[in-house]
């Protein structure tokens, strides 16, 4: 159970020594995830006026957001990853950053994000976390604002004694689910759309990715759309990374 201590405890401690690039390299690189895997997934939702982006950490994913909005605003637990992201953005005038208390955010205006994103991150945050921040998220995001977050699906692998039923091999948050995101969405008002459930490694889904916008007159009122890709992961190793570390290189060499 991943606490937001031990989350303040385990990134301020992490030793970042490529700033996040050393998670991509399944991906045949940073710039391979974001093409391969991000973009086409949150391409529908960019550009964006403003964006919000939850747990950057050193600035992976930003570094791809920052040209597709006038605004964003960056909130992470972890000084150590504010600050990163301050120097590495150092000239960019339009980048706003928080450092909160894993929970928050309150310094966040209401009615005014186009999107909110978090990758690689609310994985290891359990599910007091996400139904706080999707509340809060039912105020920030405009009527229409649409949202695409990665979590843990860990819950959804639990016997009837409660105990998990498969082993918790990434520090993934035990007590949530795509299940529960999609409770946590109609709580607070907003709807999800698209669930893709995806196996972290092994078989079993322990992740997923949640599309939710906040209600406005007129949008459609339609069931969330639930994907199993069992592939997710062998199509990031086989396909992508040969295709962009091996095709791309010969390109680049002439
Ligand atoms: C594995 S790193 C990933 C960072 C970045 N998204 C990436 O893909 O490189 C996890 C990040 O989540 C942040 N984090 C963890 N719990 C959080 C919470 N409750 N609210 C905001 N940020 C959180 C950490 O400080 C850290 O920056």
Redesign the pocket.
């Known amino acids: 159970m991943p606490s937001?201590e031990e989350?303040?405890n385990q990134?301020s401690n992490?030793e970042w020594s490529s700033g996040?690039d050393e998670?991509s390299v399944g991906y045949g690189g940073t710039e391979a995830m974001w093409t391969w895997t991000i973009r086409p997934r949150i391409g529908p939702f960019l550009p964006a006026d403003h964006i919000l982006e939850?747990?950057?950490?050193?600035g992976?994913?930003t570094q791809y957001l920052a040209p597709s909005c006038n605004r964003l605003t960056a909130?992470?637990?972890?000084q150590r990853?504010i600050d990163a992201c301050k120097k590495r953005f150092a000239d960019l005038d339009h980048i706003e950053y928080h450092v909160?208390d894993?929970?928050s955010l309150d310094m966040v205006q209401d009615d005014s994000v186009d999107f909110v994103f978090?990758?690689?991150?609310?994985i290891?945050?359990e599910e007091d976390?996400i139904r706080g921040y999707l509340a809060q998220l039912a105020k920030k995001l405009v009527p229409g604002g649409t949202g695409f977050l990665h979590h843990s699906n860990m819950a959804a692998y639990r016997g009837a004694d409660g105990e998990l039923t498969i082993e918790n091999k990434h520090w993934r948050a035990t007590s949530m689910s795509a299940e529960k995101f999609r409770q946590f969405c109609r709580e607070a008002g907003l709807r999800c759309l698209v669930q893709e459930l995806i196996p972290w490694g092994g078989v079993d889904y322990t992740d997923c990715f949640s599309v939710f916008r906040r209600e406005s007159p007129g949008l459609l009122r339609r069931k969330p759309r639930v994907i199993e890709n069992s592939d997710f992961f062998t199509h990031v190793q086989k396909r992508q990374a040969t295709e962009i570390r091996e095709i791309t290189r010969a390109y680049r060499e002439v």
């Open positions: 937001v989350n303040l990134w992490h996040g998670w939850i747990a950057p950490g050193f992976r994913a909130v992470d637990l972890t990853c909160n894993g929970l978090s990758w690689d991150s609310l290891h945050v976390v």
